[in-house]
């Protein structure tokens, strides 16, 4: 099985080389979506640029990379899937600060090979997450809210919202 990863970013210089590490170590072939802009919203990101690009051409030569303004966080994920992983089984769409350890991720490979009959998989905030952020619910499980992210997609899954 042939798997892929869409990785949309913008400033995360914290993130990126340890999660394309991570993808790299288990044999799962990212795509890297640079957004040149934050995405529409922003969340209040800041428009002067980090060291995402120069990590990325420093450390990360051999990785696709797709610079260019996102509108949308979906914008940046079917680029992804346009321009590198088309030819994939399974594309992971998780964030760049998304982390799995290897049994985790040999638990979802082999969960995936079992459970053929879907197209998305995703996750439990509340049982699958825990978060890692320097405040109060460092350690602690993640809030729930919303759907369920999506984790990975079969091949011609495309993101429409």
């Not at 995360?12 to 072939?29: K, N, S």
């Not at 450390?59 to 590198?84: C, E, M, W």
């Not at 439990?124 to 999506?150: C, S, V």
Request: with cysteine; charged share 25%.
């Amino acid at each position: 099985m042939k798997i892929g990863a869409c990785v949309p970013v913008y400033n995360r210089e914290r993130f990126i080389g340890p999660y394309l590490d991570m993808l790299i170590e288990f044999d799962i072939t990212p795509v890297v979506a640079l957004g040149d802009t934050p995405w529409e919203g922003g969340f209040g990101e800041s428009l002067d640029k980090d060291r995402t690009e120069l990590i990325l051409d420093k450390f990360f030569p051999n990785v696709k990379v797709i610079k260019r303004t996102f509108p949308r966080h979906r914008d940046s994920v079917n680029q992804a899937l346009v321009n590198g992983l088309r030819d994939m089984d399974i594309v992971v769409v998780n964030d760049c600060d998304m982390y799995i350890t290897k049994d985790d991720w040999e638990e979802f490979l082999r969960f995936m090979g079992n459970n053929t009959n879907y197209d998305v998989y995703s996750v439990n905030f509340e049982t699958m997450f825990i978060e890692y952020y320097y405040d109060w619910r460092y350690g602690k499980a993640a809030l729930p809210g919303g759907t369920p992210p999506m984790v990975a997609m079969k091949k011609g899954v495309e993101f429409k919202n």
